[in-house]
């Protein structure tokens, strides 16, 4: 079905994907962006985004199953404050120019990043966008902070790919916060070092109690952006208020901003959708590959820091387990063995330890790696790509990886999500607490 609609200068319209809409005549704004005749812009399914006319001009919409449009009341649109934040943040002269975009989950985070990065693209700034939000990214994978330049205007953020990526190795910023905040702080520092002029940071939607507050003013404290842009619905003021006495003090220009009145929200099955999507943009295209375990270093795990047991002590260890271990280790005052399946095995723990001679001796499930998310390290220590264990292969030493990465392998991070990559798609199968090996 397809709908023309004529619309007077300044006037908006709403549009709900999935839809295309072609500009027969004039000129619209979207995302901070004039597009003229002939353009075809095409709104995804599930979102809303808000066209303004910037003279008289007719739009014909192609609505898709569920599609919609509405012409938007200027008292409850909230796009022309939004552009006017933007506006004073790109015209002050802060160098580099910081912009961090606050608020909790689905209040316009992403399409407020979107627009800043187009409108400071526009004006001429080299512009990095900085992807915090590890739980529902777009620029890279989950788990990651991600970032990259923005070379032609955007209607999505998932339209750039990771040119920078940290690992956080966890999808949700609680309750390790610190890992997100050290990320961040590093990608920055890689951006201006390429020359970043404008960065725009979208954050994650952990921001609905006064704990979660305090973290983003650390997050603030620790990255010091010029400006901060706070979406927050005006039933949750007191956020905004309470963020504002921990760092509205200093030299930040922080703006309370309305979020979108008649806005969509994604369930938890719906973000983990959305998550697998981020996942298999950027592990698609993986081969598995095989890597020597001696030749890496794996880092965030416990095992592959010490000693391999050696085989006489692997053998008492079959003789009392029943079973004879895949593969043992000893660091320090602790020995972990790795053992088919343990629940067969009932070793009580002074008898393990007196053929380890460790104080502690942890028996490890063979197949407990397989899935984990982790990243991939180069040589300079900086995350190159993501990657998924597929399995040890303990009796060889190898361990294989599923990655789009095929440089050099110097170090794998391991991280604390399972994936299982199925036909180019990425499942996520569940968190694990603690590093597993
Ligand atoms: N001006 C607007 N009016 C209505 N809905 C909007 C508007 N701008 C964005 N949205 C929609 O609001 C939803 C949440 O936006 P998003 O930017 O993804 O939020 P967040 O990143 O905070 O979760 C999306 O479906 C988006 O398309
Ligand atoms: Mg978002």
């Excluded at 002939?38 to 014909?60: F, H, N, Q």
Aim: glycine residues 8%; proline residues 5%; hydrophobic residues 45%.
């Amino acid at each position: 079905m397809s709908v023309r609609k004529d619309m007077p200068c300044g006037t908006m319209l709403r549009v709900t994907g999935p839809a295309t809409v072609v500009v027969e005549k004039g000129r619209v704004l979207l995302l901070g962006v004039t597009y003229g005749s002939g353009s075809r812009l095409l709104i995804k399914r599930m979102r809303t985004y808000c066209l303004k006319a910037l003279e008289d001009t007719t739009v014909s919409v192609i609505l898709g199953t569920d599609a919609k449009v509405e012409e938007a009341k200027p008292e409850e649109e909230v796009l022309d404050e939004w552009l006017e934040a933007v506006e004073r943040a790109l015209t002050s002269n802060a160098r580099p120019l910081i912009i961090m975009v606050v608020g909790p989950v689905d209040c316009g985070k992403t399409t407020l990043t979107a627009i800043a990065a187009n409108m400071a693209l526009q004006r001429g700034f080299r512009t990095a966008v900085v992807d915090a939000d590890i739980g529902q990214a777009d620029i890279g994978c989950p788990g990651f902070v991600s970032a990259a330049f923005i070379k032609q205007p955007i209607l999505y953020l998932s339209e750039l790919y990771p040119e920078f990526m940290r690992f956080v190795g966890v999808i949700s910023p609680m309750p390790s916060p610190d890992l997100v905040i050290t990320a961040v702080m590093d990608i920055i520092a890689d951006v201006i070092r390429h020359g970043a002029e404008a960065v725009v940071i979208d954050t994650d939607g952990w921001f609905n109690s006064l704990e979660a507050v305090l973290v983003k003013a650390r997050l603030i404290k620790a990255v010091k952006p010029t400006h901060v842009l706070v979406v927050i619905p005006e039933d949750l003021g007191w956020l905004y208020t309470a963020l504002y006495r921990k760092v509205g003090r200093f030299n930040i220009a922080i703006t309370r901003l309305r979020v979108p009145k008649v806005r969509r929200t994604r369930g938890r099955s719906e973000r983990r959708q959305l998550r697998e999507l981020a996942y298999t943009k950027i592990l698609a295209g993986s081969r598995r590959r095989r890597v020597k375990i001696g030749e890496v270093a794996m880092l965030n795990t416990s095992m592959f820091s010490g000693d391999p047991m050696p085989p006489d002590k692997l053998s008492s260890l079959a003789n009392l387990l029943g079973a004879k271990p895949l593969y043992g280790e000893v660091v320090g005052e602790r020995a972990m063995v790795v053992v088919e399946d343990y629940r067969e095995v009932s070793a009580d723990n002074a008898k393990l330890s007196e053929i380890t001679s460790c104080e502690r001796t942890k028996l490890i499930k063979a197949s407990s790696e397989r899935g984990l998310l982790s990243a991939i390290i180069g040589d300079d220590l900086r995350e190159v790509a993501p990657a998924i264990i597929s399995r040890i292969l303990w009796d060889r030493g190898e361990i294989e990886l599923i990655t789009p990465w095929e440089g050099e392998v110097r170090g794998i991070m391991v991280g604390r999500v399972k994936l299982k990559f199925e036909e180019g798609f990425v499942r996520e199968e569940c968190k694990v607490r603690g590093s597993p090996i």
